[in-house]
């Protein structure tokens, strides 16, 4: 306590300090004067008697001084001072000032704006009770090299077998239409098995979440909404608990509201739904549905005793049902891995890149503070001699280096907004990362940007000030205007070479991935990209069955391929990309059936006849479905270049006969499915193998979703509404979602785009700062010679010869640089590998045109300062001093 | 016989003053004049302690300062001890005589 009023009487002191001077300057004339009067009433003469009064009393200024040190809060008193002082030497000299708080804003904005999103979708725990508890379980693809959705049927068997795992529950994509306000609207959710609130420890806000006796019970109509629903569709209404919806499933009555910021690990969902399925139905489920299940580690239990358990209960699995489950085995995650596992890689490239920026900036700012520091050695050279200390003035140089990162820090505080409104826009919701939505640039954010800042102020600061002081003592012996800069051209061309290496690490980084996208763009997925729009219906299911649902999507075909501008239509139960419809596995009828471990998998897609001709993939033998191949007809397919070969070798497979052991939910293997054409081969994937595809004629495989291609000479985009409407004008409350088909690959390789684009933009920003670096030094550099440089040509040298030599030393530096870069880069671009597409991380091509690019830069950027060098008139340069 | 700061005790400045300033306030040209007196010549305080000292004390809050006009009709500054003051005078002086006595004992023990 008595620390505290201590300290506040010291801060109230400075206001008070003209009051405190005046009186002890008052206070010791008293004195003074009493003393000269007692030295007179003892006979001494009036001056005497003064100057013995001023001799007893000591150094009168530095009894001032040390009353003073008593009274005033000497430390804060000095940073305010030096603070005002630095303020004033900023102001001084704009163009300075404004480069180092451009170049900090810059590096400060992207810091923050990255750490904002690193925050929130790594590092910041999810509204869980006890999180790291969770877990999520997924078995893998036949081979075991990659986590794939799980089987209801294993799942029953978990549940009942598990031992390490306290509650464990499915969760899995599901879209439903529901009608709001009249308006037919599709809408994202999830299926949630009700254990799952129990496995990830949460309740709704406002209501209940259904029970396991509601959802093991089979009740399809009760749902739980989230926040947003709530808010944003329903105006946040007073009565939601209870309130029926009306979706294409039926109806479903509200039974409670999450709250805001939950998710299911991250997936974005308005509502979720119970499976309402039997644990006797889900067993005798066949397929593997599109859910994979979460968990609660028991009390005590740890990741690797749940892992082995799992393990081996899956081998138990293996032996009883090998149908299912043979060559798979089980894997599970804790929740980190799980949201953020396949964008770790990027986020790391981000930070890296962010951080080089960063470090850039620093470097150009100590650059551009040692240039000037340099400017101002006899300055501190005189104050040196003058008595100032060492460390005063290093606080004074730092006071400076702390308020530009300070002000930088805020001007960054700007940037970081901007490029945050970027990164979203970027990202937009093509790239489904987990909480996204969430980031915002918060207290926290601005915080850690203040913090950040004023590091980088005295990391940036602490050099130029050790350097520029410590030759303080020489500036004026030497006298002149470059006494002891030896030892600062060093710094400085130590300073150009850092740089240069640092943005040649981005410049290749960047290069890299722009190069991997461009390959990536230009892989023949085996269809024509270009000129399609796609638009995909969902039917509700509660009005339409099966051959009402083919009714209408007949209907809509015919009347969509009749629009102006349309010149081929044609369906398709999904996407090409980046989904197989159906994947499963087949073999020859006409063969024995391999054992359960030796099946060829596949792509199982159904489309409408016209549909390759839309699609630009040709035909290569035998015939294209027809109106004939309808629900009655004989089974007949169209298989895959890749497919034909594979199974039928060089012979040709027309009119032999295939069949399919369809992995989903009520599958037959029974149908005999005759081949009648054979197609190209196509990619589901631009980064993935062509795929052994078999197309089965819509007719006779049909379901309620449907994908309409539309190929036009027009620019696609511009059909979209026409589109919407047609279908509309047939089924009034029927969602619709257009895009054009080169979006929709687009979107596939969002992510490795966006990790370009930023990667790129830090780059050129790097590029950038580094230019402006090299031009202040060399600037700097030519100004300090300008005597050296007159000299020269007073003796005889030619403009050439001086140019030359300028840029000389710049090559020099910058060749060390690029070749410093070269180094690094290779280490580092290792790091980016697993984002890389047929682009190795050493790629040379990409190592040598970012090296020149570089290096023009730089050169171009030494170019002026050294053309400035020539028109130095000799007898100007001669009379500076 | 100057006997200048570097002489005294540290620490024992602020007892002096404090006790110069027991009786009544005093200004700091007054203080010195006590103490000179008081020690009969031997302490003449060096001027360049005395302020620092007084505007230490008055920090701690064991004296506080009142601008007055002396005798003489001149404005000084005068000092005045608070209570905490002279509890902390009375502290230090019992402080002071138990280790003179025993710096004294020590001195005055019978050698051979």
């Known amino acids: ?881 | 016989m100057a006997t200048d700061r570097g002489d005294l005790l540290q620490g024992t400045l602020d007892m002096l003053v404090l006790k110069a300033l027991l009786l009544e306030p005093m200004h700091g040209w007054g203080i010195t004049e006590r103490i000179e007196q008081w020690s009969e010549s031997v302490l003449q305080l060096g001027q360049g302690t005395l302020y620092p000292a007084l505007y230490r004390l008055e920090r701690q809050g064991l004296i506080k300062s009142d601008w007055k006009v002396t005798e003489n009709n001149r404005r000084a500054r005068y000092y005045t001890l608070t209570r905490k003051g002279r509890q902390q005078f009375g502290d230090e002086l019992a402080q002071w005589q138990r280790m003179s006595r025993a710096v004294n004992l020590v001195l005055d023990a019978k050698v051979q």
Request: charged share 20%; proline share 5%; hydrophobic share 45%.
């Open chain 1, 1 to 881: 306590m008595s620390w505290l009023s201590e300290s506040w009487k010291r801060v109230r002191s400075i206001g008070s300090r003209e009051t405190i001077e005046r009186g002890l300057d008052d206070e010791i004339r008293f004195h003074l004067d009493q003393q000269a009067e007692k030295n007179r009433q003892r006979g001494m003469e009036a001056g005497e008697a003064r100057r013995q009064a001023l001799l007893r009393f000591g150094a009168l200024e530095r009894a001032k001084e040390e009353t003073r040190d008593e009274v005033r809060p000497a430390v804060l008193e000095d940073a305010v001072r030096d603070t005002r002082h630095a303020a004033r030497l900023l102001w001084r000299s704009p163009g300075f000032t404004i480069a180092a708080l451009i170049t900090l804003a810059v590096g400060i904005g992207a810091t923050s704006a990255i750490y904002s999103v690193v925050r929130t979708v790594m590092l910041e725990p999810l509204p869980y009770h006890e999180p790291e508890r969770v877990v999520t379980i997924w078995e893998t693809n036949r081979g075991g090299t990659s986590r794939n959705v799980i089987a209801p049927s294993n799942f029953v068997e978990w549940r009942e077998r598990v031992r390490t795992i306290a509650h464990i529950g499915m969760t899995g994509p599901v879209n439903l239409a529901f009608v709001l306000n009249g308006h037919g609207v599709g809408i994202p959710g999830r299926a949630l098995s009700a254990d799952s609130f129990q496995a990830l420890g949460v309740q709704p806000m406002l209501g209940r979440a259904y029970t396991p006796e509601e959802d093991y019970g089979g009740r399809r109509d009760v749902i739980v909404l989230s926040h947003e629903f709530w808010q944003r569709r329903l105006g946040g209404r007073g009565d939601v608990i209870g309130l029926p919806l009306s979706t294409d499933d039926g109806p479903k009555i509200v039974l409670g509201v999450m709250a805001p910021a939950f998710t299911v690990l991250g997936e974005s969902a308005e509502f979720y739904l119970p499976y309402a399925d039997t644990l006797e139905q889900m067993r005798a489920t066949r397929g593997r549905g599109s859910s994979y299940a979460i968990g609660r580690l028991r009390d005590g239990v740890s990741f690797a005793q749940a892992e082995s358990d799992m393990r081996r209960i899956y081998a138990d699995l293996i032996r009883e049902f090998p149908q299912r489950n043979a060559n798979r085995t089980v894997m599970l995650f804790e929740l980190q891995d799980q949201m953020v596992g396949e964008l770790r890689p990027a986020i790391y490239a981000l930070v890296g890149a962010v951080a080089l920026v960063l470090l850039v900036a620093c470097v150009n700012v100590a650059n551009l503070l040692l240039a000037r520091s340099a400017a101002r050695e006899r300055e501190i050279g005189m104050r040196t001699a003058l008595g100032a200390r060492r460390g005063r003035l290093m606080r004074q140089m730092l006071a400076e280096s702390v308020l530009l990162a300070a002000v930088g820090g805020v001007a960054g505080l700007g940037v970081a907004s901007l490029f945050h409104q970027g990164l979203l826009a970027l990202v937009d919701d093509r790239i489904p990362i987990p909480r996204i939505e969430q980031v915002t640039l918060d207290g926290d954010v601005v915080g850690v940007t203040l913090l950040v800042a004023v590091v980088t102020g005295v990391l940036f600061g602490l050099m130029p000030a050790i350097v520029s002081t410590r030759q303080a003592g020489d500036a004026l012996r030497e006298g002149g205007r470059h006494g002891g800069s030896r030892r600062l051209h060093r710094l400085l061309g130590a300073m150009v070479v850092a740089e240069v290496a640092l943005s040649l690490v981005l410049l290749t980084g960047a290069g890299l991935m722009m190069r991997s996208l461009v390959k990536l763009r230009g892989t023949d997925l085996g269809f024509r990209v270009d000129g399609v729009l796609t638009a995909t219906v969902q039917l509700p299911g509660a009005r339409y069955d099966m051959p009402q649902a083919e009714a209408f999507f007949r209907q809509a075909l015919g009347r969509l391929g009749a629009l102006p501008g349309v010149e081929r239509a044609a369906g398709a139960s999904c996407l090409p990309v980046p989904n197989p419809c159906i994947g499963t596995s087949f073999w020859r009828a006409d063969q024995a059936k391999p054992d359960a471990g030796q099946l060829t998998s596949g792509h199982v897609r159904p489309v409408t006849p016209g549909f390759f001709d839309t699609m630009g993939i040709p035909r290569l033998e035998g015939r294209d479905f027809s109106d004939g191949d309808g629900a009655d007809a004989p089974p007949v397919a169209i298989i895959s270049r890749e497919l034909a070969r594979h199974h039928f070798g060089d012979a040709s497979p027309l009119g032999l006969p295939l069949r399919i052991s369809v992995d989903h939910v009520g599958g037959r293997d029974d149908i005999e499915w005759t081949v009648v054409g054979v197609v190209s081969d196509i990619r589901s994937s631009l980064d993935g193998p062509l795929r052994q595809t078999i197309y089965l004629p819509r007719s006779q495989r049909p379901g309620r979703f449907m994908t309409f291609f539309l190929r036009t000479p027009q620019e696609p985009a511009a059909l979209a509404t026409t589109v919407t409407k047609t279908l509309q004008s047939i089924e009034p409350q029927v969602p619709v979602e257009t895009r054009t088909l080169d979006d929709v690959v687009g979107r596939t390789i969002a992510r490795q785009r966006a990790v370009a684009v930023l990667l790129v933009v830090f780059a050129v920003v790097a590029l950038a700062l580094a230019a402006v670096g090299v031009y202040g030094v060399m600037a700097f550099s030519v100004r300090e010679r300008a005597r050296e440089i007159g000299v020269r040509m007073a003796l005889g040298a030619t403009a050439l010869s001086v140019f030359r030599l300028v840029l000389g030393r710049a090559l020099r530096l910058v060749g060390l640089g690029v070749a410093v870069g070269l180094v690094a880069s290779s280490l580092l671009t290792q790091t980016l590998e697993r984002l890389l597409f047929e682009v190795e991380p050493l790629d040379p091509w990409t190592f040598g045109v970012m090296a020149a690019v570089l290096t023009l830069v730089a050169v171009v950027a030494s170019c002026l300062p050294a053309r400035r060098s020539m028109r130095v008139a000799p007898i100007d340069a001669l009379r500076v001093n």
